[in-house]
């Protein structure tokens, strides 16, 4: 009894305990000192700096800006020139990689109330992202006064408000505000502020992989790294002493530049959110990285005897190659989901083939395709063709018919089982052979590997599904799929052709 009564107390203190959380909000603290605390005087201020910042255009997939903190007179400037280039985005959730300057802790602390409030109104907290994170590693959890008088995070908020929120628009990932004066409603992204309590390279790991998990196949989601850069130098020694960091963050390799950091030949003070980002970035393919801005404080304010460096710079890749076949409209692509399950059932129930007859010119064209069914979110079938061999809506057919009978890593379909895939189509571009992999984007193409006799061929989906780099994704289909040495792709007798692929699936994924 007394231990059944125990635990319906602890019970009940968690209970409370993550209640009080999920209601906490987030009051500003440098309103008023750091930033304007009159509503009106912060959106114009934050707007100003936007308007004047001219970042050069970023022709790629973002995943990750780097931003500085000190009060928005000294960079404010330059942080403009971060959010300026990803204000066009859907931004859906805002990772904000922050540190504690003032207060110690081993571990790292995420943010655990609901929202956080600003002279612009309240945005909300993304808890189910916030939960997860914590769930992962006992070194996360909710340590509420490393975001007390902290700019690292609070500075971000409002630029993140006037940045990436929407005015008039009202989906479901947005949090909406009261109106202004003029009627429209501010409608801001969510946000999942965390805050680094020490600089252990490991947590920086352990943060970078559970965000990369939770990101990884999602498009919306954007993490802003805080950091100034070397503090309180001569001002022609600053500029030497940045200009070797942001050398040093061009090369994106995430150890090297911790290491560099930690031993002091690069200077920056938020080295775990610059860190973690490059990790992310690494585990996800984003393989580019451009300064939009750099300047000091005397550049600012003309005091030029100690200074405070800042540097805007994106994380980004290339997006991946469009698909030369992408000229399907949805009702074409209905119509060849419906032709594959038509085939599939007439097949495996009747072991008759359907018969159709098809008078789209798109889809009589002769292309390539392979048809994939999943089951339980399961692959339980995936066969193709890699050319054309007549119309496109009877390879659909026809490889419809063979994912779900003549794949031999699985048991044929049964009738009962029909009703339980879905269905992927993937039309494919022609082949196009390469001199070499410094020509192959991953992720974007699919690949045919083929030296002798021996050839093997991933489609561009893999690499998503994975999260494999380009050097993950040749080795594994040279040894995996081809029956070649792992680094046969790097063999100049090895031939190499990319395609790209025009994928759907029943449901409109």
């Known amino acids: 009894m007394r231990s059944a009564f125990i635990l319906f107390v602890i019970s009940i203190v968690i209970a409370i305990s993550i209640s009080v959380n999920a209601a906490d909000v987030k009051e500003p603290d440098l309103a008023g000192s750091w930033y304007p605390a009159s509503k009106a005087q912060l959106e114009d201020q934050l707007k100003s700096y936007l308007d004047a910042a001219k970042p050069e255009k970023i022709d790629g997939k973002t995943i990750a800006i780097i931003v500085p903190h000190a009060g928005y007179l000294y960079s404010g400037p330059v942080a403009a020139y971060g959010y300026k280039a990803v204000e066009d985005k859907e931004i859906k959730t805002v990772i904000v990689l922050g540190f504690s300057h003032r207060k110690y802790l081993d571990g790292v602390s995420i943010y655990g109330g609901n929202s956080w409030k600003t002279p612009l109104g309240e945005i909300a907290v993304d808890m189910a992202m916030a939960e997860k994170i914590i769930s992962s590693n006992p070194r996360f959890r909710y340590q509420k006064e490393l975001f007390s008088d902290e700019n690292s995070v609070e500075m971000q908020i409002p630029f993140i408000q006037v940045a990436l929120g929407k005015m008039g628009q009202s989906p479901s990932a947005f949090v909406k505000t009261s109106a202004d004066k003029s009627g429209t409603v501010p409608i801001f992204p969510k946000i999942v502020p965390i805050a680094f309590g020490s600089q252990n390279y490991s947590d920086a790991q352990a943060l970078a992989a559970v965000l990369a998990d939770l990101i990884r196949g999602r498009s919306g989601y954007l993490i802003v790294a805080s950091t100034d850069l070397s503090h309180y130098h001569p001002y022609q020694d600053a500029n030497s002493i940045d200009k070797r960091t942001i050398d040093t963050l061009d090369r994106l390799k995430a150890k090297e530049f911790y290491d560099e950091a930690r031993v002091g030949v690069c200077e920056l003070c938020g080295l775990m959110p610059v860190t973690t980002s490059l990790l992310v970035a690494q585990s996800l393919g984003y393989d580019k990285i451009k300064t939009l801005k750099y300047a000091n404080s005397g550049d600012i304010t003309g005091d030029k005897a100690k200074v405070v460096g800042y540097v805007s710079s994106v994380i980004y890749k ?135 006799s021996n050839s093997g061929v991933y489609l561009p989906q893999v690499a ?39 994928v759907f699936g029943e449901g409109g994924e």
């Open 318 to 452: 290339d997006e991946m190659p469009k698909a030369e076949s992408d000229m399907l409209n949805d009702g074409q692509r209905k119509r060849l989901l419906q032709i594959a399950r038509e085939s599939i059932m007439g097949y495996v129930k009747d072991g008759k083939r359907k018969r159709f007859t098809e008078t789209d010119p798109a889809l009589n064209n002769s292309q390539g395709a392979f048809v994939t069914l999943h089951e339980a979110g399961e692959l339980r079938g995936c066969i193709g063709s890699m050319v054309g061999r007549g119309a496109l809506y009877q390879t659909i057919a026809d490889m419809a018919i063979e994912a779900a009978t003549g794949d031999p890593r699985f048991q044929k379909l049964s009738p009962a089982e029909i009703d339980k895939i879905s269905l992927e189509i993937s039309v494919l571009s022609p082949l196009q052979k390469v001199k070499s992999a410094d020509e192959i984007k991953i992720p974007g193409h699919g690949v045919i590997v083929k030296n002798g």
């Open 464 to 502: 998503i599904e994975t999260g494999w780099s380009k050097e993950e994704f040749l080795t594994s289909l040279c040894a995996q799929k081809a029956g070649l040495k792992p680094d046969a792709w790097k063999d100049p007798a090895t031939e190499l052709y990319t395609f790209t692929a025009e």
